[in-house]
């Protein structure tokens, strides 16, 4: 039985006039996990550092207001399908979609009626927080209702684990994350400069100029994105100039099965993440278009504030046969899981 104890309140009310509440998961090594049914959102962790003071190590807003403008996807689930289709066209069972385009010239996270603006169902079961959500068919010209479910459940080792699940009556794609941007060194840690970073990946995925992946599988050896030992991310960000300087890029995750493909270190305060998933893939997006969002009590976050690890399916899988596989059919059980795990060195 987890001594993990969850908590419920009011975060206050969508601009439609839902009401939206937060939960609050806490365990006794001083953790605590803030979750809003918004969009499924995680609106704050707190995580001790070396010396047991425990800070705010993610991105967001004080408000459900700052979630439903939330360009960054701050803290977010992401659905239908997360990442970039190109040009929003894909062709499944002989038929045509086409999505919105909400990051020209592609469809990106879902389109803007993704899972990060809508309700989910809550509730409370032990230490685990549920979260449904019906998606219905036709919502962003995606084809069939998906039942989604989500488990978020904060462990005494300070594992926080998110189980995805999902079930459709028509073929679609389907490709569901977690959107949170982490700064492990705290709410003053203007950026993540200082952050050690590995990523267990032999090959990652090139992409074009509005970041759909070419198809190839390309080895990182010799490449700013061999990140297999830890690099800093001060040595390795001025190397990555497709764009905005940065990673905003698709790792081929070594291995299968509920592994752990990634570890991110702050020196300073001593805290250290690692991930584990069960997908091929985790995009490390390093912040690169924040431009000064304004966030929680008067944050304001610049250029490679935070960072994300985007665990998934390779972007674009449903138009790149030779990438793992996205559609979910009926009859079949999505089943996913990822764990960010906190600790001090
Ligand atoms: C994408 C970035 C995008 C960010 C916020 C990331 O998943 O890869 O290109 O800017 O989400 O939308």
Redesign the pocket.
């Known amino acids: 039985m987890s001594t993990v104890k969850i908590t419920k309140e009011a975060f206050g009310s969508t601009s439609a006039g839902d009401e939206v509440d937060k939960y609050t998961l806490t365990n006794n090594a001083g953790v605590s996990v803030e979750i809003i049914n918004f969009g499924g959102t995680i609106v704050s962790i707190h995580a001790p550092d070396k010396n047991g003071v425990t800070d705010d190590v993610i991105s967001g807003y004080d408000n459900v207001a700052g979630y439903e403008n939330n ?3 701050f803290g977010a689930l992401i659905g239908r399908v997360a ?1 970039r289709i190109c040009r929003g066209k894909f062709t499944l069972n002989g038929k045509e979609h086409q999505l919105a385009i909400n990051n020209s010239p592609n469809h ?2 879902g389109g803007p009626q993704g899972y990060n603006m809508q309700l989910w169902n809550a509730s409370v079961e032990g230490s685990k927080l549920i979260l449904h959500l019906t998606d219905p068919d036709g919502r962003e010209n995606y084809t069939g209702t998906v039942q989604v479910t989500v488990t978020y459940e904060l462990t005494e080792d300070s594992a926080l684990s998110i189980h995805y699940q999902a079930k459709t009556d028509q073929a679609t794609p389907l490709n569901l994350t977690n ?1 949170t941007y982490f700064n492990l060194g705290g709410k003053a840690s203007p950026n993540i400069y200082d952050h050690l970073i590995s990523i267990a990946a032999d090959r990652y995925t090139p992409k074009d100029e509005t ?1 759909i992946p070419t198809g190839e599988l390309a080895p990182v050896d010799n490449t700013p994105f061999d990140l297999r030992t830890p690099v800093l991310l001060k040595n390795r960000i001025p190397l990555v100039t497709e764009g905005p300087p940065g990673f ?1 890029h698709n790792f081929c995750l070594n291995g299968e099965g509920l592994r752990c493909i990634a570890r991110v270190e702050h020196a300073a305060s001593g805290r250290v993440m690692e991930v584990l998933t069960d997908q091929p893939g985790v ?1 490390l ?1 390093t912040g690169n ?1 924040l431009d000064g969002v304004r966030g929680k009590s008067g944050a304001c976050y610049q250029q490679h504030h935070s960072l ?1 690890l ?1 665990t998934q399916v390779y972007p674009d899988a449903i138009n790149q046969p030779q990438f793992p596989d996205c559609v979910l059919k009926p009859g079949e059980v999505y089943d996913t899981t990822t764990v960010y795990k906190f600790s001090c060195s």
């Open positions: 360009p960054p996807y990442n990106l996270h959107h970041c905003d995009q997006y278009f994300a985007e």
